[in-house]
């Protein structure tokens, strides 16, 4: 009778024992579907992110270790002339009205040279957009683009976007960017009248760049 009691109970450890590993391979095997789920979920959504931190060396960057450029140029701005490097491109309806030209859109393709003389060497132009946007003072909103033609710098380009108050002695605008040897520039530019007429203005730039 005894031997027949443990038989029995033997039997039923054994089935016990069985649906408890079927259950735990069932729940291992869902656990395991659910987390390939999610790995495969998010590999898909990866490659369609719009925004990702990445390391910097996979950019070709090593540790910030930034050179310090000084450029020094002259911008030529003719807005008359036998040829104008700048032109009118739009105007509000009050512009004609108005003692600062307010809301004056101009286009430049401005040669920068090493001298104040227009002849002296082309080192690059100017290129860009200027818009008369103060109605109590004379005062642009510059946005445009340095693009260089000399040296190690051909091909190369810087962009500044601010606010010049031309009747400034001197006036300082952020550089906001670049190209070549400029990528991730930052920086200032400082800008003088050097001299000014009825049809052109001769302005003197110093820029000073962090870059790598």
């Known amino acids: ?8 109970t033997f039997f039923i450890f054994c ?11 069932i729940l291992l095997s869902i ?9 495969a979920s998010g590999t898909a959504e990866e490659s369609h992110r719009f925004s990702r931190n990445i390391s910097p060396k996979s950019m070709g960057l090593k540790r910030e270790k930034l050179s310090v450029s000084h450029l020094h140029f002259y911008f030529h701005d003719a807005i008359a002339g036998r040829k104008p490097t700048t032109v009118i491109a739009a105007q509000a309806a009050m512009t004609n009205k ?4 307010f809301g004056t859109l101009f286009v430049m393709d401005d040669p ?14 100017a290129q860009g957009i200027y818009v008369s946007a103060s109605q109590e003072e004379e005062g642009f909103l510059m946005a445009l683009t340095f693009a260089f033609m000399e040296g190690k710098y051909n091909g190369s380009s810087l962009s500044i976007l601010g606010r010049n108050a031309i009747s400034s002695a001197v006036r300082e605008m952020p550089i906001v960017g670049g190209s070549g040897l400029f990528r991730f520039a930052r920086g200032y530019a ?16 110093n820029v000073y760049v962090f870059h790598y």
Do not use: C, D, W
Not at 1 to 8: L, R, T
Not at 15 to 25: D, G, P, Q, R
């Open 15 to 25: 089935f016990f024992s069985v649906s408890t590993m079927a259950k735990l391979l």
């Open 31 to 39: 656990f395991f579907s659910t987390i390939a789920a999610v790995v």
């Open 98 to 101: 108005s003692a600062t030209l």
């Open 190 to 205: 400082q800008a003088r009248t050097h001299t000014v007429n009825h049809q052109s203005t001769v302005v003197e730039y």
């Open 1 to 8: 009778m005894v031997g027949h009691v443990n038989e029995h």
């Open 112 to 125: 920068l040279t090493v001298r104040p003389k227009p002849s002296s060497k082309l080192v690059g132009r």
